[in-house]
């Protein structure tokens, strides 16, 4: 089981919970994951605040997964989140929510991709279910310390 933090757009609040929340309705051990976001204080406004609480969401976590929504990519805690994930050494996963319904039932186009993910090399895949979403999770933590370019052949091996 991977210890995960969540980094998202707040706006997409409605979509995320429903993947946070997939560990919950399973369970985590099936699941795969346990939850370190912390979304719930992420209304904060002073930029220490938040810079503090990133750090202590990070704290013990294995794993950063995005959460890509419409406006992700721009999104400046996003990118603090993943510089972060990179500097501690944390397996990279992007996850388009773009198919996700939202509180009314619709869905939106995909976002772009967060550069940082696309220069690292972090697998993208879009949010199917949790089962799916575990097996990516644990994918990308394994390639974290594999040899250059045995990540690209693995998500063509999961079809990624």
Known sequence: MRSIYFSFHYEDIW??????????VFGARPAGFADRSLWEEAKAKNAKVLTKLIQDGLSGTSV??????QQT???RWVTYEISESIKRGN??????????LDRSGGTTRKGAVPQLLREHLAPIVDWVNVKEFSAAVEAAWQARNAKPGILARLGRTLGL
């Open 73 to 75: 990519a721009s999104r």
């Open 91 to 100: 397996a990279l996963i992007g996850i388009h929510i773009n198919a996700v």
């Open 64 to 69: 950063t997964a995005v959460l890509i929504g």
């Open 15 to 24: 979509r995320v919970n429903q993947i946070r929340n997939s560990g919950v």
